[in-house]
């Protein structure tokens, strides 16, 4: 791949609005997101976040405006892709739910490999071997044959990182992936995602966690009222924010903690 | 009066043999009701594809609507006048499956839509296709929750099959009821006939307990 497309952005966002019913969630957003980049959005809660995230794989249709993610227009002018095309760009835009949504009906290697077979035409072997070095990575191989029943949450949220990326996706998007968690379970699914952070992996965070923005993200977002009020480096960001707004949202948050 | 269980003994092996009849015409229509079942539960899923919605809707009200006795006799003796004859087994089949199938169309679309909106989004967010993610995803945790309402339905189904015997089916009510009319022992002969139903439905209901304790040792159920 020739510098000039590695260094273009993988996702670029333009102009996205989006309503439910008559209630404006998003108010045309525009931004960019440049390959091994790690954005943290953060902002009020209603504010947008998770609709400007799930905007980025086709959960939600926006009105009008474009995302284009990994060189496909996934949405051009408020049309989405077909969902055949659709189907193939998300193989390569994993997601992590705050409710983690494991498929509770299989074992944590079948949640895990039932993408790679069903739609990378893996063998269950490989498709299996493949999983279990996931597994390794976001260290849960003794948990390869449990149910997702029998797992906490942070196990379960990190057997959903793996099964996300079992499909080799270019971009991750994490929808609050912390908050449904204990507070003493939170660590080890950040650190998780740490560790792709470093490996380069390009990753858009809707969190709350605000020292992983601080420490991880190299661009904090701020949303709210449906428009990305701020953006910039942490330490911009959190030391010296430009708008009220944001310093209020920061107050709130960093006190309560 | 005494009860005279002498033509039931008797009658023993004729009884047997329409209770044979009995379980082949439920056993076809179940599973003619479980697939009409899973069609037309599926195409009421989704209200905007307008036409399949509006025949799968058409067919659950109109068969839920009138008696299975009246459709089982339009299929048998009302077709018949436009020149269509089907055997009566035949009849007996269709009549009691397509009625079957209008409830358990509701039950299997009642499970697929308590199945947590989050694991279709998951699946779909993986690339899945809607389909690949309702036949992997969806329905195995679907088919769970259908199996104590399905179980209802088959029990009505083989009780319900005692119609048939008026399209002159042998099943075990028309068995018992020639046996009736040679012995004059209704009380004794329509216990019997209570007692090969009754049976029935306790083997079913045993059996689908038996696979939902499976599923559910199985980790299928959350």
Redesign the interface.
């Known amino acids: 791949m020739s510098d000039v497309i590695a260094a273009a952005p993988l996702v670029r966002i333009r102009a996205l609005r989006k309503s439910f019913a008559d209630h404006l969630v998003l108010g045309g957003i525009d931004f960019d997101v440049a390959p091994s980049q790690v954005v943290v959005v953060i902002g009020p809660s209603g504010s947008g976040k998770s609709t400007f995230l799930r905007c980025c794989?086709g959960?939600e249709v926006p009105e009008s405006g474009s995302v284009e993610i990994c060189g496909r227009m996934l949405v051009n002018n408020g049309q989405r892709l077909p969902?055949?095309e659709l189907?193939?760009?998300?193989?390569e835009?994993?997601?992590v739910?705050q409710?983690f949504?494991?498929?509770?009906?299989l074992?944590v290697l079948g949640n895990i490999s039932?993408?790679p077979r069903?739609?990378r035409g893996l063998s269950r072997v490989d498709a299996d071997n493949e999983a279990l070095a996931l597994l390794k990575k976001v260290g849960l191989v003794e948990k390869a044959y449990a149910?997702p029943?029998s797992l906490s949450g942070g196990q379960k949220q990190r057997v959903?990182i793996a099964?996300?990326l079992a499909?080799k996706p270019r971009v991750m998007l994490f929808d609050e992936p912390t908050s449904a968690l204990d507070p003493e379970l939170v660590g080890e699914v950040l650190q998780v995602m740490k560790l792709l952070a470093s490996e380069g992996m390009t990753m858009m965070v809707v969190t709350h966690e605000m020292d992983f923005a601080r420490e991880v993200g190299d661009v904090v977002v701020v949303m709210d009222g449906g428009v990305i009020i701020e953006s910039g480096p942490p330490e911009t960001i959190f030391t010296n924010p430009v708008e009220d707004r944001t310093r209020l949202f920061l107050q709130a948050v960093l006190t309560r903690a | 009066m005494e009860l005279d269980f002498s033509p039931v003994w008797a009658g023993w092996p004729q009884l047997l043999r329409g209770a044979w009849v009995t379980v082949e015409i439920t056993s076809v229509s179940l599973l003619l009701g479980c697939f009409m079942g899973l069609i037309v539960g599926l195409g009421r899923l989704k209200p905007e594809r307008r036409i399949v919605y509006g025949l799968c809707t058409a067919y659950v009200a109109v068969i839920r609507g009138t008696p299975l006795l009246v459709q089982l006799f339009i299929l048998f003796f009302g077709l018949p006048q436009f020149g269509i004859l089907l055997p009566a087994f035949f009849c007996g089949v269709i009549g009691l499956g397509v009625y079957s199938g209008a409830y358990v169309s509701e039950v299997v679309r009642g499970a697929i839509q308590s199945v947590d909106r989050g694991q279709m989004e998951a699946a779909r967010s993986l690339g899945m296709s809607s389909g690949l993610a309702m036949r992997s995803v969806v329905l195995p945790q679907a088919v769970v929750r259908m199996i104590p309402p399905l179980g209802n339905e088959f029990i009505a189904l083989i009780k319900n099959s005692a119609l048939v015997s008026l399209l002159t089916i042998h099943d075990v009510m028309h068995e018992g009821q020639k046996i009736i009319s040679v012995s004059y022992r209704s009380l004794e002969v329509y216990l019997a006939i209570a007692v090969v139903y009754f049976v029935l439905t306790g083997v079913t209901t045993l059996v689908l307990r038996h696979i939902e304790k499976r599923l559910r040792a199985g980790g299928m159920v959350q």
């Open positions: 794989n959960l969902e055949a189907d193939l760009l998300r193989q835009v994993g997601m739910f409710s949504n494991l498929f509770p009906h074992s039932l993408g069903k739609l149910m029943a959903a099964r996300a499909m």
